[in-house]
């Protein structure tokens, strides 16, 4: 079972950027895709960008091109580095496996995009 601590979240003003970080608690990382996923308020929680163990990528369409996954295997960390924020991309985000476990959600970070 992987556990999962997300942080970096904030306000920031549309057009800025954020690096949210995802540290996870297993000795087998490396073997897992992972995913960060996000909530926004009255919405469905959605995958935004998934990254294998070999380091291949997806993202939703909705942040191809200003979004980008990262891991560092050795640290058991995952990262998303967002660029030209949108207001839309207000939400709660997650990290976790691709597809998710239900026993990993965690707190989540709140990223805010405003004015």
């Known amino acids: 079972q992987v556990q999962v601590v997300e942080s970096g979240g904030g306000l920031v003003q549309p057009g800025g950027s954020l690096r949210l970080s995802c540290a996870a608690s297993?000795?087998?990382?490396?073997?897992?895709?992972m995913g960060w996923y996000r909530q926004a308020p009255g919405k469905q929680r959605e995958l935004v960008a998934a990254?294998?163990?070999?380091?291949?990528?997806r993202y939703a369409d909705s942040v191809k091109g200003r979004f980008t996954i990262s891991r560092d295997n050795a640290k058991n960390t995952v990262y998303l580095q967002m660029n030209s924020l949108k207001p839309e991309d207000t939400a709660v985000y997650y990290c976790?496996?691709?597809?998710?476990?239900?026993?990993?959600w965690g707190q989540g970070t709140q990223v805010t995009v405003s004015s």
């Open positions: 990254i294998t163990g070999g380091g291949s990528t």
């Open positions: 297993t000795i087998i990382f490396s073997i897992y895709t």
């Open positions: 976790n496996t691709e597809p998710p476990s239900v026993r990993t």
